[in-house]
């Protein structure tokens, strides 16, 4: 798996808080994880803000994380590519929900994904 498609994911994981409220399913890249997904013997957490799929793909390698986000966001996804790394983040706000995909999307969170992507290009070139 590339190190770009790696670092996309870790730091984006590392945004996740812990605490009281909703569950959701957590993963990191593992085989178990992927799409599609079986929620059969799955690890869940509780948290404070929303779940979360991060799903991104860089040289025909996919990877899939799910967790809670940080902070609470409104239900949809967003999506960043540039001309190596793309990347999508879909939120939920109902327990176990990041099993799939919800197809809104909000345009400030589309430009973060895009400036991460594109930072995160530069810095492994650099």
Known sequence: MSVTLWAFLLVT?????????LKCYSCLGDDKCNDPFST??????????????????????QAVARSCSLAKEKDGCIEG????????????????????????ISLPLTIAIGAFITLMKFVMTH
Request: aromatic share 2%.
């Open 81 to 104: 590519k540039d001309s190596s790394v793309k990347g999508t983040v879909c939120y939920c706000n109902t327990d176990l929900c990041n099993t799939g995909n919800t197809q809104l």
């Open 13 to 21: 994981v590392a945004l996740v808080n812990s605490s009281e409220g």
């Open 40 to 61: 059969s013997g799955a690890k869940t957490e509780t948290c404070s803000g929303s779940c979360q799929k991060i799903k991104g793909e860089s040289s025909g390698v």
